[in-house]
């Protein structure tokens, strides 16, 4: 059950980002999906993706631990910004900033969703299925 919600969330998420696009005949704000694939590259590259002990490396790989993580969200950032910056450049109408600014949010919830749901499936009895 959680699992097909959080499809349906992400499809709700994608839906809004396409109809951003399609319902003002402009497809500059297809650029945030750019950043939602740019989004976890820095946090996988420097390993923060993985399960290493992060409390126990040493600063050096910490460092590069911070720094993915700093990227990451500067990036999440991005996401927010590109559809007010065309806004601000007169190259979207400000339905369309709106449709995009609740796709982020839909997805940022569904992701945010994910995360809970997969750390807390064994203690809380919670399953995918």
Not at 54 to 81: E, H, M, N, P, R
């Amino acid at each position: 059950r959680i699992l097909a919600g959080l499809a349906g969330s992400f499809s709700l998420g994608v839906l809004l980002q396409i109809l951003g696009c399609v319902l003002w005949h402009n497809w500059w704000p297809m650029l945030t999906a750019f950043m939602y694939v740019m989004v976890p590259m820095p946090y996988l590259f420097f390993g923060g993706g993985g399960d290493s002990s992060y409390s126990g490396g040493s600063s050096l790989v910490s460092g590069w631990i911070d720094a993915g993580k700093f990227l990451t969200g500067f990036s999440a950032v991005g996401s927010i910004a590109i559809p007010a910056i065309l806004y601000h450049a007169d190259k979207i109408a400000g339905g369309a900033l709106v449709i995009e600014l609740a796709a982020v949010v839909v997805l940022g919830a569904t992701i945010v969703a994910f995360d809970y749901f997969s750390q807390n499936s064994d203690s809380s009895g919670f399953s995918y299925y």
